[in-house]
T-cell receptor
Framework: DVKVTQSSRYLVKRTGEKVFLECVQDMDHENMFWYRQDPGLGLRLIYFSYDVKMKEKGDIPEGYSVSREKKERFSLILESASTNQTSMYLC?????????????FGPGTRLTVL | AQTVTQSQPEMSVQEAETVTLSCTYDTSESDYYLFWYKQPPSRQMILVIRQEAYKQQNATENRFSVNFQKAAKSFSLKISDSQLGDAAMYFCALTSGSRLTFGEGTQLTVNP
């Protein structure tokens, strides 16, 4: 079974703090993704990576950056957290071409920025 | 740009009955894939069913089937013999190229 894990289920941070969200997958998947999930908006892609050290912006990259130093790990960084970044963050991975391959999701991190 | 719209924020169904969740989409691509994902309460999102746009035959996975109307850009999910474990948020999604675009989601309640 593919396993995608995220470092925290719940996180509370203060405005202006630097926040790291970690995601690890154990199935040697090429592609990894970060989404945020908000009620009424569905999931929106923040960034994705198709190889180590390779990244591409998604639909809402502003205020975020990512790092992929190892194939199994993909980190989302909020350089200076703001209250409008309070959300559920989901990590996902896929083995093959993202256009048709199933994505496997982590349990999510619910981030609250005060 | 591609869009996915789920016009039913909430749906409910009686156990053992059939329910259909609606999804419409828009894309300028001719080659794309459509998905339904399920997110149970406090559990991870999982794939329910996938449809290739070039295939005319509707995909089926056990009690789950789709009605894919390419010309109308419609992709509905039918759940037959609904079970309590089907209660979840359901997301319709569309990919073309490397982007996966999700709809807003439909919260399905299954009543015993």
């Amino acid at each position: 079974d593919v396993k995608v894990t995220q470092s925290s289920r719940y996180l509370v941070k203060r405005t202006g703090e630097k926040v790291f969200l970690e995601c690890v997958q154990d199935m040697d998947h090429e592609n990894m993704f970060w989404y945020r999930q908000d009620p009424g908006l569905g999931l929106r892609l923040i960034y994705f990576s198709y190889d180590v050290k390779m990244k591409e912006k998604g639909d809402i990259p502003e205020g975020y950056s990512v790092s992929r130093e190892k194939k199994e790990r993909f980190s989302l960084i909020l350089e200076s957290a703001s209250t409008n970044q309070t959300s559920m963050y989901l990590c996902a991975s896929s083995f093959d071409e993202p256009s048709y391959d199933e994505q496997f999701f982590g349990p999510g991190t619910r981030l609250t920025v005060l | 740009a591609q869009t996915v719209t789920q016009s039913q924020p909430e749906m409910s169904v009686q156990e053992a009955e059939t329910v259909t969740l609606s999804c419409t989409y828009d894309t300028s691509e001719s080659d794309y894939y459509l998905f339904w994902y399920k997110q149970p309460p406090s559990r991870q999102m999982i794939l329910v069913i996938r449809q290739e746009a070039y295939k005319q035959q509707n995909a089926t996975e056990n009690r789950f089937s789709v009605n894919f109307q390419k010309a109308a850009k419609s992709f509905s999910l039918k759940i037959s013999d609904s079970q309590l474990g089907d209660a979840a948020m359901y997301f319709c999604a569309l990919t073309s190229g490397s982007r996966l675009t999700f709809g807003e989601g439909t919260q399905l309640t299954v009543n015993p």
